[in-house]
């Protein structure tokens, strides 16, 4: 059985830091691609961050861009996400969420989403 | 940054009703690739469509998609009391993959 279970969240002033990690297990860890996805409360979906198997590439939400860096570690089995320069926007439930992927001859191709956490809250405020 | 706009915002029907929940690109989607989700309060999305039109493993027939380029719909064939969510679509053909921001269907 799949199971991807996030850790990490809680309250944090504006401006600080945060790291949230993903345990995964029941599948090959290290042949998927992987994703971190929030949800601000009573709102939508935003994808945030994606990597690939072999962390070769990576993908950031402009809104996440330089303040956010994940990152993966195979051995591990597991899935990080440094969140740094937080601001109140940030506050929301973060999704560890699992994606098949594709080679191709012009790189690799991140698949939908098939697996999802259940998420950690992370809460920004002074 | 390819936009999706999803129509209409709230759906109200009852059980037994078909159900039909649309998702406009704002530029043609690369390929195939759009999946949706459905949400309930308290829980995370569970994926029902992946590849514009292939279900994932589990989701009952009354759940389809279709569409191309820019408009893509699922439909619910006949409304099942568990059906009542909050419905996203993804494109995930491009970065940043985008999410929809929802339709919520409701008990009429």
Do not use: H
């Not at chain 1, 072999?54 to 330089?66: F, N, Q």
């Not at chain 2, 530029?27 to 590849?51: C, E, F, N, T």
């Not at chain 2, 969510?85 to 269907?105: D, E, I, M, N």
């Amino acid at each position: 059985e799949v199971q991807l279970v996030e850790s990490g969240g809680g309250l944090v002033k504006p401006g600080g830091s945060l790291r949230l990690s993903c345990a995964a297990s029941g599948f090959t860890f290290s042949t998927y691609s992987m994703n971190w996805v929030r949800q601000a409360p009573g709102k939508g979906l935003e994808w945030v961050s994606s990597i690939t198997s072999s962390s070769t590439y990576i993908y950031y939400a402009d809104s996440v861009r330089g303040r956010f860096t994940i990152s993966r570690d195979n051995a591990k089995n597991s899935l990080y996400l440094q969140m740094n320069s937080l601001r109140a926007e940030d506050t929301a439930v973060y999704y560890c969420a699992r994606s098949g992927e594709i080679k191709t001859i012009f790189g690799v191709v991140i698949l939908s989403i098939d697996y999802w956490g259940q998420g950690t809250l992370v809460t920004v405020s002074s | 940054e390819i936009v999706l706009t999803q129509s209409p915002g709230t759906l109200s029907l009852s059980p037994g009703e078909r159900a039909t929940l649309s998702c406009r690109a704002s530029q043609s989607v690369s390929s195939i690739y759009l999946a949706w989700y459905q949400q309930k309060p308290g829980q995370a999305p569970r994926l029902l469509i992946y590849d514009t039109s292939n279900r994932a493993t589990g989701i009952p027939d009354r759940f389809s998609g279709s569409g191309s380029g820019t408009g893509f719909t699922l439909t619910i064939s006949r409304l099942e009391p568990e059906d009542f969510a909050v419905y996203y679509c993804q494109q995930y053909g491009s970065s940043p993959r985008t999410f929809g921001q929802g339709t919520k269907l409701e008990i009429k």
